[in-house]
């Protein structure tokens, strides 16, 4: 008989450590005293495997078998392990199947397949074309074109060197002069900017230092995960973090083995949803990392109206230079051309070749005469018009590459009849001529392409572009229309209690654009848009060289969430800010003279004297950014799903993107409010798990009276009451509360932070707010 498998441990709550070799295992471990005092339920630790040397994230696997030496090896982890446990904490994990990293000298598997080539035990590991290029993988590593670098390539015995790089030779090729050395090997080292248009290895998005890795071959699955799972299964792990599954050729396949393996362990997959996408309902995991949760909570601090009136001011300070005058839509659209044209025209050629293949061979007519191009064209015309990540099948992509998205593309085409491509393309996608190997094949390639230009374009271009609101620029968040009303967040959690009830939720994370506190400040800003744009207009006036006004209306919100920040931060958030929109620069085609430009104008505006201006206006809306920041921390820990605290956070946590906001974790420090509401929340959830697990329940509660919109309320299993302040300027200059109140289901209801005070029957929220901008009440027992 199979004995029968433990139910899995569902987290109350983890807190995300974000592992380097300046915070490795032993640090962790010290600071589980403190982490166990707060009340969380499980570490959260970013990947543990081993990665390259120094590498700040761990995101850069080179050996999945091993446990990361310069974080203090496997002892190290089941030291914090057996730590932890005596604390009474468990230990999640974030994994990386979809890549490794593009480093011969540290990943042995890789430096075997460069070695033996297609015919190594290894080269099923990784996906490469060895059809395109002459058999050879490309290495993007050069500095220059072949003839400047050549001098610089030396072979060292059974090595090829070229400065800190080594590859391997191919056995009995040592001897031989370089060019016929080069043209000897199962790879060639090329200029770094042909990784552009010629490379043939799938990459994580457009990044040439991470090549994709195949999980969906069993063999590859075993070998790679071996470690994790011996983790698992031998205690010293309980659940897991999946980094990027839409990268992988099949999803849905992989996570039903992961599950299968783990034993059916807790595990949240970093799925990022769009506006009303849901979540495959046949996705074997407990839910998502938590994105869309995210977009929610924040979207319930936004001013719909206000926000309207800051994106008018916004065009009309940075016109001429907003993406097609600031219209979100058109943004993005624009941001994926550029994108599948530039940074993903690898894997655009890539797919061109497989549906080139796919109808010069097909037995049906229709498929034929089709040139490359033509299916080129569809292709690009069809992929830069989903509105989603990617289809996971047949059936699901006539859902994404819908029929108005075809007829838009047949538009791009001079002649009807080249049209026809588009029909051929979808036709495919849609699984209309088959389901053979090179069917599949074309179907994968297409949703993995999908997934790298929706992240890229959106989430790496056109949130730097489109800043009216950037705390609305969050990853999973909808820029365009970021306000979500209360009756909308109500109807979303009482989903996810119902279908994803121990999903993660998030409000900051190692991948925020800006942390949730941040964000909470520049939400403010949409409850008075005249404010901000008068404080604009004078600073505007001081003199200072704005680069343009898009960057500059950046780079005054940056200094307004951040607050009092050391000059050097905000530049390096601001130069990454312009080379990611890519409008007068970028990572690859740097322009210099630019570049200064916004570092002076940084120094002599927001970190100079008219900075001052927008400091002073923060401190007159502090009392709405605390109202912003408490009411979401609280929201966030009291809503349904698996709060996940990231590392700081429990104090207020000003940061901005990477790396901005993977310094290593300060501990012990005051953390005033917002530090007293977290440990109450988590406290709470942790001695009363029932109320907010899996099998509870969510009620919205309805405020009474003349302000009833301010203040959101909902109880949890009829045990616990959350209630919250929004939009708290607006509230103050509409008159305060006045007589509104808020029903509370039957009992009494005692004040957990507030020894003493009780409510019974409804509760004046002025009385309920008078000391707080936020209240958690539990239900006293008859």
């Known amino acids: 008989m199979t004995p029968e498998r433990p139910d899995p441990v569902v987290p109350t709550a983890t807190y995300r450590l974000q592992l380097q070799p300046g915070f490795p295992f032993a640090a962790a471990a010290e600071a589980v005293p403190y982490l166990a005092s707060l009340g969380v339920s499980h570490l959260h630790l970013s990947p543990v495997l081993e990665a390259v040397p120094g590498s700040p994230h761990g995101y850069d696997v080179v050996d999945p078998a091993r446990v990361r030496e310069e974080l203090g090896g496997e002892e190290g982890l089941r030291e914090l392990s057996r730590t932890a446990r005596r604390h009474g904490l468990g230990l999640v994990v974030d994994i990386v199947p979809n890549h490794m990293a593009m480093s011969p000298r540290h990943n042995p598997a890789l430096w075997e397949v460069l070695r033996d080539g297609p015919s190594s035990r290894r080269a099923r590991w990784f996906d490469i074309d060895w ?48 060019p016929q050395l080069l043209d000897a090997q199962w790879y060639r080292p ?80 970093e799925k990022i949803l769009a506006d009303g996408e849901a979540l495959p309902a046949s996705w074997p995991v407990a839910g998502t990392t938590g ?50 044209t530039h940074e993903l025209a690898a894997e ?62 047949r538009r791009a085409f001079a002649v009807p009849e080249e049209a026809g491509a588009v029909d051929v393309v979808r036709d495919l996608l849609l699984g209309r001529y088959g389901d053979g190997p090179a069917h599949v094949e074309f179907r994968t390639r297409f949703a993995q392409t999908a997934s790298a230009l929706r992240a890229k374009s959106v989430e790496d271009t056109a949130f730097y572009r489109y800043v009216p609101l950037l705390s609305a620029t969050e990853v999973g968040g909808e820029p365009g229309d970021p306000a979500v009303t ?16 121990a999903t993660g939720t998030v409000l900051s994370t190692h991948d925020a654009k800006r942390s949730a506190d941040v964000r909470a400040a520049l939400h403010v800003l949409t409850e008075c848009p005249e404010r901000w744009a008068d404080v604009l207009t004078e600073v505007s006036r001081a003199g200072q060289a704005v680069p343009d006004g898009q960057t500059a209306w950046a780079a005054w919100q940056t200094v307004f969430g951040l607050g009092p920040a050391e000059e050097e931060r905000v530049r390096a958030a601001l130069l ?49 950014i605390r109202a912003n920041v408490l009411s979401a921390a609280l929201v966030h820990l009291t809503m349904p799903g698996v709060p996940d605290l990231y590392q700081g956070t429990e104090h207020e946590y000003r940061a901005l993107v990477d ?38 329940s969510y009620e919205p509660l309805t405020a009474e009276g003349t302000a009833a919109d301010h203040c959101l309320a909902f109880a949890r299993s009829g045990e616990v009451v959350t209630a919250v302040t929004r939009l708290s300027l607006r509230l103050a200059e509409s008159g305060g509360w006045g007589d509104t109140r808020l029903p509370l289901p039957r009992g009494r209801w005692a004040d957990v932070r507030a020894r003493g005070r009780e409510f019974e029957g409804e509760a004046r929220v002025a009385e309920l707010f008078a000391s707080s901008p936020v209240a958690l009440l539990e239900r006293v027992p008859e």
């Open 486 to 501: 209360p009756d909308r967040f109500h109807a979303y959690c009482a989903r996810v209690q119902r279908d994803w009830p």
């Open 659 to 696: 790396p901005d906001n993977r310094r290593p974790p300060r501990f012990g420090e005051d953390g005033g409010d917002k530090e007293a509401v977290t440990r109450a929340a988590l406290a709470l959830r942790a001695r009363r798990p029932e109320v907010f697990g899996t099998t509870a």
């Open 131 to 178: 059809e395109a290029q002459g058999g050879q993988v490309l290495l993007p590593v050069l500095g220059g074109p072949l003839g400047e670098e050549a001098d610089r390539l030396k072979a060292d015995g059974d090595v090829l060197r070229y400065y800190d790089h080594a590859f391997p030779l191919r056995e009995g090729t040592a001897s031989l002069p370089l």
């Open 291 to 340: 994105y869309d949760a995210l977009r929610h909570v924040d979207g319930l601090f936004v001013d719909p109206d206000g926000f309207g009136e800051l994106l008018g001011r916004y065009r009309a300070y940075a016109a001429p230079q907003t993406d097609r005058g600031g219209d979100w839509d058109a943004t993005v659209r624009r941001a994926a051309y550029k994108v599948v």
């Open 576 to 624: 990454k800010h312009v080379r990611e929109a890519g409008l007068f620069t970028s990572w690859t085609e740097q322009e210099p003279p630019y570049e200064e430009a916004v570092a002076r104008f940084v120094t002599a505006g927001p970190c100079g004297a008219p900075g001052r201006k927008v400091a002073e206006l923060r401190e007159a809306l502090e009392p709405h």
């Open 190 to 269: 090329v200029w770094w900017r042909l990784a552009r248009t010629e490379l043939n290895y799938r990459r994580f998005f457009s990044i040439s230092e991470l090549i994709g890795v195949r999980v969906e071959d069993p063999e590859v699955f075993e070998a790679t995960h071996a470690k994790i799972l011996e983790l698992l299964h031998e205690g010293v792990v309980d659940g897991l973090r999946v980094d990027h599954p839409d990268g992988l050729a099949d999803p849905g396949g992989y996570l039903l083995r992961l599950h299968e393996a783990t034993g059916g362990r807790w595990t949240v997959v």
């Open 348 to 409: 655009t050629e890539r797919l061109t070749r497989v549906a080139s293949r796919l109808c010069a061979t097909a037995p049906e007519s229709a498929l034929r005469d089709r040139a490359p191009w033509a299916l080129r064209t569809a292709l690009t015309e069809l992929l830069v018009r989903l509105e989603v990540y990617r289809p996971y099948s047949p059936e699901d992509a006539a859902t994404v590459v819908t029929e108005q998205a075809a007829a838009e593309a």
